[in-house]
C-alpha cells in the first residue's frame, strides 16, 4: 500500500494505479482477459501501431458519489464508439460487452484509487486498442492487444468553473473532410498539436476549428465540441469532421428537459455576434465556458461573456450533469453503471 493521495490536489497528469486489465485479439478470436501490474506494454518493432496508426482509444470517469456507490457514466455509449472507431480505421471492433466487463475489473481492481466524494476528482478510465501485427506493408493488422487502464484525476476547474478565450485560426485543419474526425484515433491528436499549442503561446485555452471543407462553419473545438446558447436554443455543429461526443449528447438530453430547444445544424461565425454563452465539452471538464472567440486572422473578436463568469444555462447544465454523476440528481435515463 503506497502513501495516501492528496485527493483535493490531483493534476490531470498519470498517476500509477494497482492494475490494467488486457485482452489479446489472434487467430481470429479474443483471448482470455489477463489482469497486468506493468506498466509496460512488450511488442514487436513492426508493430502497426507504431507505424501507420492503427490506435483508437476512449476517455470515460468513474465517480463515487453521494451515497458512497461507484458509478461509471455512460458506459455503454463509450463501448459503441471505440468499436465504430476501430471499423473507421480497418480494426478489429471489441464487442460491447467485453469492453464493459474489462472496464468494470479495472475500476473495480483500482477501487483504492476512486477519489472520494466531495473531492471534485475521479477515475479517469483509458481505454484503448492497438494493431499488434509485425508488418511493413500497408494493410490492417491481423492481431490486435484491447486494454483499460486507469487513473485518479483532479478537479478539472481548479481555480472554479470560469470562462477562458478561444480562438480560429485558418492556418490549420484538425482533419480532412470526411476523413477521421469522427472516430477517436490517436492521430488526430497528433494533427491537432501543432495549432493547440500555438492558442496556448497566444494565451486561448482551444482552437475553435472550421469546417475543413470550406472554412464557413463552426467545427470541433480541440479536443471537445462546441456548443452556444441563442435565444433559449442549445446550437451545436452539425459536422461528418466531429467526434460525437458523450458529453454533448447527454447535455442536449438536459437542456431539452429543461424546455430549450436543440439545434445541430451549421453554425456560420457571423452568427457568433448573436450568442448569449458557448462552452466546449468533453469528458475531462464536461462544460467548459467561453468568455471571449477571437478571430485571428481577421482580428474579430467575439465578447460571450461580458463580465468575465460563465452564462446561466451553461452553468445550470454543468451542475444538472455533475449531479448525476455523483448521485445528487436522479439517473432518469439509465446514463450510470452501478459498480457493486
Ligand atoms: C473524446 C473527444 C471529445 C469528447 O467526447 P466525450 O465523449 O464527451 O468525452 C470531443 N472531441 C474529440 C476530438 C474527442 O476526441
Redesign the pocket.
Known sequence: MTKELDWNNLSFGYIPTDYNVRCRYTDGHWGEIEVSDSEYINMHMAATCLHYGQEVFE?LKAFRGKDGKIRIFRLDENARRIASSARGIKMQPITEELFREMVIKAVKLNERFIPPYGSGASLYIRPLELGMSAQIGVHPSTEYLFMVMVTPVGPYFKEGFKPTNICIMREFDRVAPKGTGRW?VGG?YAASLEAGEKAHELGYSAVLYLDPREKKYLD?CG???FFAIKDGVYITPESESI?P????KSLIQLAQDMGLKVERRHITIDELEHIQEAAA???AAVASPVAEIDDIDTGKKYVVSQDGNPGPVVTALYNKLRGIQLGEEPDVYGWNTIVE
Open positions: 476517455g477517436k488526430n470541433e479536443p471537445a465540441n467526434l461526443s458523450i458529453t454533448n465539452c468533453g469528458t
